[in-house]
C-alpha cells in the first residue's frame, strides 16, 4: 500500500475495534506530520479515504471527526438463489411502466438509473465541443465513421494502458452509448433461440436486450459482495449450451458485487478454454470509493474472447452517448455491425471528449466524483440503518452509486413503489431485475444525489412506508 494508504487503514481498524469512538477527533494535519512523520499531502490523503469510506466526517474550521461505520448493524442480503433452466425474457412491459413513471423532474429520483447530472463538468465539455468543432477538418465527418475518432480511441487505448491492459486503439470501437455496445456483442456471438448465461438479480436492460433479440437465460448464482459464483457457472456451463455470458464483475447493477481479482481471472481462463465469449458489462468501474480501480476482467484476457464494454455516461457525460468495447478477436466483426446498424456515434460528441480526456483533466473530476459519491453512500447507509423496519438487509458495495435492499417478506416492491411514487418518489421495484419478476421483496435505490436536500426526506418517508406494510 501506499503511505496514506497504510495509514486511512491503521485509523481504519482502530474505529472498527472501537478505540476510535463515533464523535473522536482525529488529529489534525499538523498533529499527525509530527506523531507519524508524514507529509500533508498524505495525511490529507488519508483522510479524504477515510472520508470517501464513510469513515470519518470533515468539520468546517474543526477538523475531522469518526462517524459510526455505516450500516454497522444491518446485514447484508445473501447469495441469489438462480433457477436451474433456461427461460424465455418477457420484462419490457413491466419495465416501462415503472420508469415512464420516474422521468419526472420533480420526483426524487432514488429509482434513476443515473447519477445526479450536476455532479458532470457539463461546462468545460461544452467548452471543448466549441474548440474543436471550429477547428474541425470537414472531412473528419467521413473519416470518423465507424469504428470511431481515432483521437478518442487512442485516450481510450491509453487509459486502458495505464491499467496495464493492452488494448490497442484498433480493437476499439466507438458505440452510442454502453447499451449499443453490449447491443453489439450479442449480435456477433448469438442467434435468437441461444441460451446466454446471466447474473440473478441482472440489470433489467440486459433482459431487454435479451427478450428483443429472441434469446434465453440461463441464470447464475450471484453474491452481493464477490459477484458471480463460479461453482454455479460452471454447473450452467455443463447443464446449457451457453453461447454467451453478460456479466457486470465490477460494482454489479444492481447488488453492487465486485468478483475478486483471481475470481475474475479463472473465469476468464473457464470461458477461453470453451470459446466461449463474455460480454464484460463496466460501466461503473471508474467509480471506486477506495484507492484503487478493480481491473476488469479483460485485464486477464489472452485470447480475445472478452468483449469489454464501457461508456462515459456514468463517470463523466451523460447524455452525450459515447460509448466504446474492445472486442478482442471479435472487433472487425463489431465494426461492421456498428457501420450496418447506426454507421457512426455523433461526432461532436466524441470530438468533446476528445479534447476533455486531452486536457488531463478526467481523473481531476473522477476525485471529486468518487468522494461525492462515496459519502452519499456512507450517508444512505445511515438513514437506511435508522429509519427502515426491522428485517431489512442491504448491501455496502465498494463503489457505484446503487443499494440493494432485501425487505421484509410481508412487503411488495411493486405496493412500495405506488405509495412512494404518491409521495414524490421513485423507487426501483426488485421486480425488474429477473426474468421471473420474483424479487418481490427488494429494492434498488439509487444515492447518487449528493447535494440534492429532498434526498435524506424521502429516504425517511420510504423508511416509514415500508415500516407501515411490515406492520400489516
Known sequence: MKRYEAYAESI???IRSGSLKPGDRLPSVREARGQQGLSASTVFSAYYLLETQGLVEARARSGYYVLCPPGRNEPEPG???????????????????????ARQRE??????AFPSPTLFPLEALARGMGRAMRAMDPWRTVEDMSPGNGELRHQISLRYGVAGIDVPPSEIVV?????E????CL????????VVAIETPCFYAALQALERRGLRAVEVETHPRTGVDLNSLQRVLAQHPVKACWFMPTFQNP???????????SMVDMLSARGIPLIEDDVYGELHHGPRRPPPAKAWDREGWVMHCSSFSKSLAPGYRVGWVAGGRFATELGRHKLMNSLAAALPSQLALQEFLQQNSFDRHLRSLRHALGRQQASALRVIEREFPAGTRVTRPEGGYFLWVELPDAVDALEVHRRAMACGIGVAPGHLFSADQRYRHHLRINHGYPGDTRFEPALCSLGRIISELAEQ
Open 12 to 14: 481504519a481498524q482502530r
Open 79 to 101: 447469495a441469489s438463489e438462480p433457477l436451474i433452466h433456461s427461460m424465455a425474457v418477457d420484462v419490457s412491459a413491466l419495465v416501462f411502466q415503472v420508469l415512464a413513471q
Open 107 to 112: 420526483l426524487v429520483p432514488l429509482g434513476s
Open 175 to 179: 458505440s452510442n452509448g454502453a447499451m
Open 181 to 184: 455496445a453490449l447491443n453489439l
Open 187 to 194: 449480435e456477433v456471438s448469438t442467434q435468437p433461440g441461444d
Open 255 to 265: 447488488m453492487g458485487g465486485t468478483m475478486p481479482d483471481q475470481a475474475k481471472a
